[in-house]
Every structure is written in C-alpha cells, then in structure tokens.
C-alpha cells in the first residue's frame, strides 16, 4: 500500500537518495528542504510518516517533532529523526521530543525501508522511541 512520506533534510542530495529509496516502494514522497516548508505543509495536509533531519534552517527536527506531538490531528503519524550524531545527548533529545525512531546518517536504504514501513503499518504514536 502506497503511503504519503514527507521527507525533510536541507541537503538536497539527502533528500534525492531518501524519495529515490522511498518511491521507489511505491510511496508517495513530500521532498522539503527546511522546518519552515514542513510547518506550512502540515497546516494543510497529514503525511503517514515523516522523516525529518534534526539539524535544518529556521525550525530543526526536534522543534517539529515536539509540535507534532502536540497537535491532535498529526500526534499519530511516526516521526523519525535522520541525524549524523551518534551519541547520548541525540538520542535523549530524540525521546524528549516523542520521535518515534532515530536513524543514523549515512543512510542504508534497506534499514530505512524496513523501518519506515513497520512504523507506518504500526501506527505506533502510544510506544513512542523507547531503546
């Protein structure tokens, strides 16, 4: 079953390998380049996941995230942050927020499948990043 992901990473090479990967599934993919473009996107439409680098212009991943969480109509949707740092502080600022996973940078396209759709197909929003 196709899904709507939207994808948001101010490196437009990330954003070409993750709806290359993502499409490639059959998924519908939302590619944007800033938190910005993410909270106008989200006043109008409800992705089925999304995927949002946690270091972005104007509003970062995290800061989304947490917004996410808060609103009614999206705090079901997964949300997985995309970052480079692999350390204790990313991953209890992950679980802060409500992130429904963390994926490190670089990037495995099989991972990032198994992951995502496990995640959409759950609809996890009560079991929020637990590990």
Do not use: W
């Amino acid at each position: 079953m196709p899904y709507t992901i939207l994808v948001a990473d101010d490196e437009s090479a990330i954003r070409t390998m993750l709806e290359v990967i993502l499409s490639a599934d059959g998924h519908d993919v939302v590619p944007l380049g800033d938190g910005k473009a993410v909270l106008e996107y989200l006043k109008d439409y409800t992705p089925d996941a999304m995927l949002l680098d946690v270091k972005m212009p104007f509003v970062d991943g995290y800061e989304i995230c947490s917004r996410v969480k808060r609103v009614k109509r999206l705090a079901h949707v997964p949300v997985v942050l995309l970052t480079a740092f692999d350390d204790d502080q990313t991953r209890d600022h992950a679980k802060l927020v409500g992130a429904d996973d963390l994926i490190y940078k670089p990037l495995s396209g099989k991972n990032l499948r198994g992951r995502v759709a496990q995640l959409i197909e759950s609809k996890k929003a009560p079991g929020r990043l637990t590990s």
